[in-house]
C-alpha cells in the first residue's frame, strides 16, 4: 500500500513539472517606489532658521528670529555649494515675546535666501549706544560670504543700514562678529582672485548712527 502511494505522488509531482517546463515563469518585478505617491512636506508654521535671546538688551523673554515665511527644502546630492539640505525662500526678522508666544516686531527681507541649517545669530553693540548691531550673510564663493548688517533699536525695532550696503567677509558663518582695529572701527577681510591678494576695509562706527 506504501509503495502504491509513493508511485501516485511521483506520478503526480512528474505530470506538474512536465505542465511547467518550458514555460516562462513570470515574476513582478515593479519598483514600489515608483508605484507610491510621496506626499509633498507640508509646513504649518513658519520656519524659525536662526535666534538668539535679547537678554543683553534687559528682555530676557525676547527672541530674535530669522523665519522664512515662504519657500522650499530641498536636498542635493551633487558636489558643490547647493550640497546637501537647503532651506530656500522668502524670510523676515521677528522679536518675539516667548511668554505671550506674540511678534512685537516683523521686519521683512526683501530678497531670496538660502540657508543649510539653523544658525545663531550674533548680536553686538559696536558703539556702545544701546543698539544691537548683527550681520545676516550668505554664500558667495569659496573665499567669502556676502553679508548685510541689521540693527536692533532699544525700543526693539529692527532696521537695516542702507548706507553700509553689502560687505564681503572671508568667513562660513552666517552671522559673524566683526573685528575693530586700534581707532575702534570695525574691519573686515576677503581674498580677491583677482588680484591675488586679501583685501581689507574698515566701516567707521559713524556709520553706525541710527537715523529715525
Known sequence: MKIKCFICMIAILSIILCGCNGQKVSVNTQDVSQSENTPDVKVNTEVTLGSCPLTDMGKADYILALRMYKGEYHEQYLPGSDSGPNWTGNFKLCIIDTLQDRVIESYPINEELTFKKQIGITLKDYNKDGNFDFLIGQYASSNFNIYKMYYITKDFKIGYYNNI????????????????????NLVYAFYDNSSGKTITKTIDLKMLNIKK
Open 165 to 184: 550696503g553689502e560687505i564681503s567677509v572671508s568667513s562660513k558663518s552666517y552671522s559673524p562678529e566683526l573685528e575693530e582695529d586700534d581707532k575702534g
